[in-house]
Antibody
Framework: QLQLQGSGPGLVKPSETLSLTCTVSGGSISKNSYSWGWIRQPPGKGLEWIGNVFYSGTTYYNPSLKSRVTISVDTSKNEFSLKVSSVTAADTAVYYC??????????????WGQGTLVTVSS | SYELTQPPSVSVSPGHTASITCSGDKLGNKYASWYQQQPGQSPVLVIYQDTKRPSGIPERFSGSNSGNTATLTISGTQAMDEADYYCQAWDNSTRKFVVFGGGTKLTVL
């Protein structure tokens, strides 16, 4: 069974860079028809898609976050990563990693990690 | 950018049918997916490609999508179905990004 495990610091200072990693087990990250992405959820609010990456390294980002976000993939480690720069309190959220199953008609997110709470505070 | 609109809350009596809508411009021309999120848990995919159920999702969950509205229907709603539900679609413009609705709190009472 595919599993995704997110990891990274739970506390980040304002203006610094948030960094998270998602390790994939039970399957290869290097498969066509899948991409790997990040979604966040501020406390008490809804889901916000951040972006995704294919194993080739091709990325797509939410336009509202694009200037501060980088998603990368390391196929040798079967993991992918998220960086959000210049964070503020508005970036405080639970960050989820998820597999995106893809065909020409779009994506659905069929496997999710457990979520990592990241708090931005000095 | 593309937007999906859901009602903030829906209530249903146990054993009855709950319908949760998701509206977006020409949404029927895209595929819609639905996710269930229990408190403190990660979202779970319950419907994809408008009508398909992943393995392990009960048959009482079904979906439809036409015109500007996608609908998640839960037949014979049970207390365990009380949760937040999110619709999702894909903006297939040149920017190619995933869009979520704002979420609907389903209360079973």
């Amino acid at each position: 069974q595919l599993q995704l495990q997110g990891s990274g610091p739970g506390l980040v200072k304002p203006s610094e860079t948030l960094s998270l990693t998602c390790t994939v087990s039970g399957g290869s990250i290097s498969k066509n028809s899948y991409s790997w992405g990040w979604i966040r959820q501020p406390p008490g609010k809804g889901l916000e898609w951040i972006g995704n990456v294919f194993y080739s390294g091709t990325t797509y980002y939410n336009p509202s976050l694009k200037s501060r976000v980088t998603i990368s993939v390391d196929t040798s480690k079967n993991e992918f990563s998220l960086k959000v720069s210049s964070v503020t309190a508005a970036d405080t959220a639970v960050y989820y990693c998820a597999r995106h199953s893809y065909d020409s008609s779009g994506y659905h997110l069929d496997f999710w990690g457990q979520g990592t709470l990241v708090t931005v505070s000095s | 950018s593309y937007e999906l609109t859901q009602p903030p809350s829906v209530s249903v009596s146990p054993g009855h049918t709950a319908s949760i809508t998701c509206s977006g411009d020409k949404l029927g021309n895209k595929y819609a997916s639905w996710y269930q999120q229990q408190p403190g848990q990660s979202p779970v995919l319950v419907i994809y490609q408008d009508t398909k159920r992943p393995s392990g999702i009960p048959e009482r969950f079904s979906g439809s999508n036409s015109g500007n509205t996608a609908t998640l229907t839960i037949s014979g709603t049970q207390a365990m179905d009380e949760a937040d539900y999110y619709c999702q679609a894909w903006d297939n413009s040149t920017r190619k990004f995933v869009v979520f609705g704002g979420g609907t709190k389903l209360t079973v009472l």
